[in-house]
C-alpha cells in the first residue's frame, strides 16, 4: 500500500491537468505601451499573462519592454500602421505606398527599440492593412524574424492573412476591443463578451488599452476570472492548433529564419463548469476504486525462508 499514496498524487495532477487542457483560452493584449508608464506597470503587474505591444518610437519603448520581459510578459512591436483617416500618426507610419527598403528601415528600426519582441500586432493600420501589396513588402521583412503577427482587425477587408500565408508566418485575430468606451461599465462588459466568446469558441482575443478605466476592470476580472477560463499569452495562441475562425496557419514549408514550434493539441471547444467537474468526478472515482481494490486485496502467506 506505499505506492497508494504516490498513485493518489499521480492522478490528482492528471486531473488537474485535464482541466486547465479543457478550460476556453483567452488571451488580452494591452497595446499603445511606452507612453503612461505608471497605467503600464500596474497592467504588467496584474499577471505575466498579459501580452505588451509596444510602440517603438514612444519615449519609454525600450525601458517598459525590458520591464515587461523581466516580469515574464510577453512583448510584442505595436507596428504603427497608416489609417483611413486623418488621424495623427506616430513617427516611422508604414504606408502602402513605400518600397520594400523603406518598410525594411523601419521594421529593422522597430525591432531595435523594442527587445524581446515575439511578435508583432498593427496600429491602427486600416488603410495599410487592407492594402495586398503593402502587406505582402511587411510580411516579407517580417519573415525574418520568429514573429507571429496579431491582426487587430480595424477593417473588414483585411489583406493580412493572405500576405502572412506566403511567408508563412503565423497570424491570429482580434476578436473583441475592451475599451472603445473608456467607462468601468462598458469595459467590464465587453471582457464577459470576450468571456462568452472563448466559451463558444474555445478561444478569444481581447485587445485594451492602459487607460485608468482599463487597469480597474482588468483587476478586478481577472481575480475572478471563471474557473472554466484559462488567461494565456497571445502567443501561445498562435503556434498551438486552434480555431480557424481567429487563427490561420499556413501550410507550406517554414522559411529557414522562421521556424515553426511544435503544435500543440487543438483546444476542446464550448467548455463549462459541468464538463471540468464531471472530469473530476470520473478522476475520482477512478482513485477511489483503485485504492478500495489495494485494501481488500489479501496479503500474501509470509514464506518461511523469510522468517
Known amino acids: 500500500m506505499k505506492f497508494i499514496p504516490n498513485l493518489l498524487i499521480i492522478l490528482l495532477l492528471s486531473l488537474f491537468g485535464s482541466a486547465s487542457a479543457l478550460a ?13 508608464q505608471h497605467n503600464e506597470e500596474q497592467i504588467i503587474a496584474l499577471s505575466p499573462n498579459i501580452t505588451i505591444a509596444v510602440l517603438p518610437h514612444s519615449p519609454n519603448a525600450t525601458k517598459i519592454a525590458t520591464l515587461a520581459h523581466s516580469r515574464g510578459n510577453d512583448v510584442i512591436i505595436h507596428l504603427p500602421m497608416a489609417p483611413l483617416g486623418k488621424q495623427p500618426l506616430e513617427v516611422n507610419t508604414l504606408f502602402p505606398s513605400m518600397d520594400e527598403q523603406q518598410i525594411s528601415k523601419i521594421i529593422t528600426g522597430a525591432v531595435s527599440r523594442v527587445p524581446y519582441a515575439v511578435g508583432v500586432n498593427n496600429h491602427m493600420g486600416s488603410l495599410m492593412t487592407g492594402d ?23 477593417i473588414g477587408r483585411t489583406q493580412v492573412k493572405q500576405a502572412a500565408k506566403i511567408y508563412n508566418i503565423p497570424v491570429i485575430t482580434r476578436d473583441i476591443f475592451l475599451d472603445d468606451q473608456q467607462i468601468d461599465s462598458a469595459i467590464a462588459r465587453q471582457f464577459d463578451l470576450a468571456v462568452n466568446l472563448a466559451r463558444k469558441n474555445g478561444m478569444a482575443i481581447a485587445i485594451g488599452h492602459p487607460h485608468p478605466q482599463t487597469v480597474n476592470v482588468l483587476k478586478s476580472k481577472l481575480a475572478t476570472l471563471p474557473a472554466d477560463i484559462q488567461l494565456v499569452k497571445a502567443r501561445h495562441l498562435a503556434f498551438s492548433a486552434t480555431q480557424p475562425s481567429s487563427i490561420d496557419h499556413p501550410s507550406s514549408a517554414p522559411l529557414p529564419n522562421h521556424p515553426l514550434p511544435v503544435h500543440q493539441q487543438p483546444v476542446e471547444s464550448k467548455v463549462t463548469l459541468e464538463i471540468i467537474f464531471e472530469k473530476y468526478r470520473q478522476r475520482w472515482q477512478q482513485v477511489i476504486a483503485i485504492y478500495q481494490g489495494e485494501v481488500q486485496k489479501p496479503e500474501a502467506p509470509k514464506s518461511k525462508a523469510h522468517k
Open 24 to 36: 476556453a483560452k483567452l488571451a488580452i493584449v494591452i497595446d499603445d505601451f511606452g507612453y503612461r
Open 132 to 154: 495586398a501589396i503593402g502587406m505582402q513588402r511587411v510580411m516579407k521583412i517580417l519573415a525574418n524574424y520568429p514573429f507571429f503577427f496579431l491582426d487587430s482587425k480595424t
